[in-house]
């Protein structure tokens, strides 16, 4: 998985709480990104990191919060968690420099049930 | 209006039949084009990256081109290890987000 570690792997919430996804990464490439995984609707950015404390939105970041204090951690949250949250999220990340700059490396997944 | 259409969304193939997975897209200016693998309750594994039109790209069984317009992931002579949902993505010369498609599921029978 390219250094990418994702936690929690699995976690079931409730309608109302805050929620925080964690990607830590050992490759120390520059961008980072969150991405979720909803059956019919492929992969969706949400938002990414282009550096410390450098974050964008995605096309679907309404309800969602990032953060990069670190290099090797980029922090997803949901701060009011809602059902239409349930999803597969994934992090990925991508090169240094040159060519390989665009190319993604996904971490293995976070399933997040909103009850 | 999805920049990155897959077909089909579902194939099963005898092992040893070979066959090929279609991703058009309608970005204005490609960067670059991208295949996955995924398999269940894994995330996506990177396979190829394709830049220009008339580009390929070989690995084992798999091989990649991209026109102008689409790309085309091959399959030779496929083995059950090769089922798996097969993803493409595209990412434009502006800008840095990635477009997915919605996969195709490769289903590859003994």
């Known amino acids: 998985d390219a250094g990418i570690t994702q936690s929690p792997r699995h976690k079931v919430t409730e309608t109302g709480t805050p929620v925080t996804l964690r990607c830590h990464q050992t490759?120390?490439?520059?961008?980072m990104y969150w991405y979720r995984q909803d059956p019919g609707h492929g992969l969706r950015l949400i938002h990414y990191s282009y550096g410390v404390k450098d974050t964008d939105k995605g096309e679907v970041s309404d309800g969602y919060s990032v953060s990069r204090s670190k290099t090797e951690d980029f922090l997803l949250t949901l701060e009011s968690a809602t059902s239409s949250q349930t999803s597969v999220y994934f992090c990925a990340i991508s090169g240094v420099s040159g060519v390989g700059t665009d190319t993604q490396y996904f971490g293995p997944g976070t399933r997040l049930t909103v009850l | 209006e999805d920049q990155v259409t897959q077909s089909p969304e579902a194939l099963r193939l005898q092992e040893g039949e070979s066959s090929s997975l279609n991703c058009s897209y309608t970005v204005s200016g490609l960067r670059g084009l991208f295949w996955y693998r995924q398999d269940p309750g894994k995330g996506p594994e990177f396979l190829f990256t394709?830049?220009?039109a008339g580009e390929e790209k070989e690995k084992e069984r798999l091989k990649a081109t991209l026109t102008k317009k689409e790309s085309f992931l091959h399959i030779t002579a496929p083995k059950p290890e090769d089922s798996a949902t097969y993803l493409c993505?595209?990412?434009?010369?502006?800008?840095?987000?990635?477009?997915f498609g919605t996969g195709t599921s490769l289903t590859v029978i003994p």
């Open positions: 394709l830049y220009s």
């Open positions: 490759e120390n490439h520059r961008y």
């Open positions: 993505a595209v990412r434009e010369n502006t800008g840095n987000q990635f477009y």
